[in-house]
């Protein structure tokens, strides 16, 4: 009986180890950027979006001396996530500057959407619409759960594209779910100490 006891506890503990072991790995694979977006070391893709003002914008009218950081996100509009993330990039968008980095984030809202979102937040950056996802699929970020008949077709994985001042992706990092975004205090510590 005694025997049957502890091999029913040990039992019960490597089970346990083996759950948590599971449950790790499961978090640790959704906290780890995902292989999509542009090819590191190559030019990056153009850009295919308008300002609020609904004009067409471009890469070298964004970037600043050293280069561009882009946010993707999903919406400024019904995305709790994309709101948090775009305020932190706004608190982080002087020392960004300072830098030598020009500053934009990119979704497939409406322009009506970007501008009352920089309005109320007094965004300091320009949001861009890319409401005909040619950039989202140029990037080739385009969110895979939704087919083109969707209502959400088009929303890029969540994610950050640096691009130096000769138009060359030197950063990306991008996370199939929601909620894990990059956080800008540790790009602006990777980009002040030269990657």
Known sequence: ?????????????????????????????????????????????????INTLKQPVNIKQLRGDKGLIILFFRSADWCPFCKKHLIELNNHAEQFTKLGYGLAAI???????????????????????????????AYDIVNAEYAADNEHYGIPYPGVVVIDNKGNVIHKHFFKGYKKRVKFADLYLQLNGGM
């Open 107 to 137: 979704s497939n809202d409406s322009t009506d959407i970007l501008k009352t979102f920089t309005e109320q937040k007094n965004i300091r950056y320009p949001l861009l619409s890319d409401q005909k996802v040619q950039t989202m699929l």
């Open 1 to 49: 009986m005694k025997n049957i006891k502890n091999l029913s506890l040990k039992k019960n503990i490597v089970i346990s180890i083996f759950s948590l072991l599971l449950l790790l790995a499961n978090n640790a694979s959704a906290n780890t950027s995902i292989d999509v977006g542009p090819t590191l070391g190559k030019k990056a893709p153009i850009i295919s979006v």
